[in-house]
């Protein structure tokens, strides 16, 4: 089983709806998440970044996290086709051994907004 | 205000030979990372170091692969006889702490002929 699962898609979408991407984990130990956008043929750009269930807005888009289901979500208001990228959710814990942090990816969710 | 830099974007390699990759940090970032992406497959951490120390290289290749982040220069992957199974995307990030927000490069793509 993969620490960390998030659907591949691809998900298509008329221009204004409102997006829904997930992943779900495994490892309980993960204490921070992220998303990345990653466009094609380029590094992946980091959107959101929490430590903490709850949510967490930042113009149209919307952080999700839900430690006791182990259950993140972005949310992407009004839609535009330049939102059309592969997202990316990840992960990471603090190890103590090393004093640092690795982080685990889901494999992107690969999103195209209609015009 | 550059960002994370990659060179070269692109490294086209024959089996047996060695391959290079550099990473400079962003400015104010004493903490890098590898990753690497195949085909059709998510990101994957190989290494992470602070400035002349492997902190961790859990995920790296037992054989061929090594790291360093020397105190003067960028941060270097090294892949000497590559094989058709190391072509890839590999992307450097780096941070100003561990548990810090990682910023990712745009990746050299590596191909093995």
């Known amino acids: 089983q993969k620490e960390v699962e998030q659907d591949p898609g691809p998900l298509s979408v008329p221009e204004g709806a409102i997006v829904s991407l997930n992943c779900t984990y495994s490892?309980?130990?993960?204490?921070?998440f992220m998303w990345y956008r990653q466009y094609s043929r380029k590094g992946p750009e980091l959107l959101m970044y929490?430590?903490?269930?709850g949510n967490k807005e930042d113009g149209r888009f919307t952080a999700q996290v839900d430690k006791s289901s182990k259950y993140i979500s972005l949310f992407i208001r009004d839609s535009q086709p330049s939102d059309s990228a592969t997202y990316l959710c990840?992960?990471?814990?603090?190890?103590?051994?090393?004093?640092?942090?690795?982080?685990?990816f889901g494999e992107g969710t690969q999103l195209t907004v209609n015009p | 205000n550059a960002g994370v830099m990659q060179n070269p974007r692109h490294l086209v390699r024959r089996r047996g030979q060695e391959a290079r990759l550099r990473c400079s940090p962003m400015?104010?970032?004493?903490?890098v990372y590898w990753y690497r992406q195949l085909p059709e497959e998510g990101l994957k951490f190989m290494v992470y170091?602070?400035?002349?120390?492997?902190?961790?290289e859990s995920g790296m290749p037992k054989e061929r692969f090594s790291a360093e982040f020397p105190k003067e220069g960028p941060s270097i992957l090294r892949i000497q006889q590559v094989v058709r199974g190391d072509s890839a995307a590999y992307f450097c990030?780096?941070?100003?702490?561990?548990?810090?927000?990682?910023?990712f490069g745009d990746g050299t793509r590596l191909s093995i002929l």
């Open positions: 929490t430590y903490s269930s």
């Open positions: 990840a992960m990471s814990d603090y190890l103590e051994e090393t004093s640092g942090s690795r982080l685990t």
């Open positions: 990030a780096s941070s100003t702490a561990p548990n810090q927000p990682q910023h």
């Open positions: 490892n309980s130990a993960f204490q921070y």
């Open positions: 400015k104010g970032h004493s903490h």
């Open positions: 170091l602070q400035k002349e120390n492997i902190i961790d």
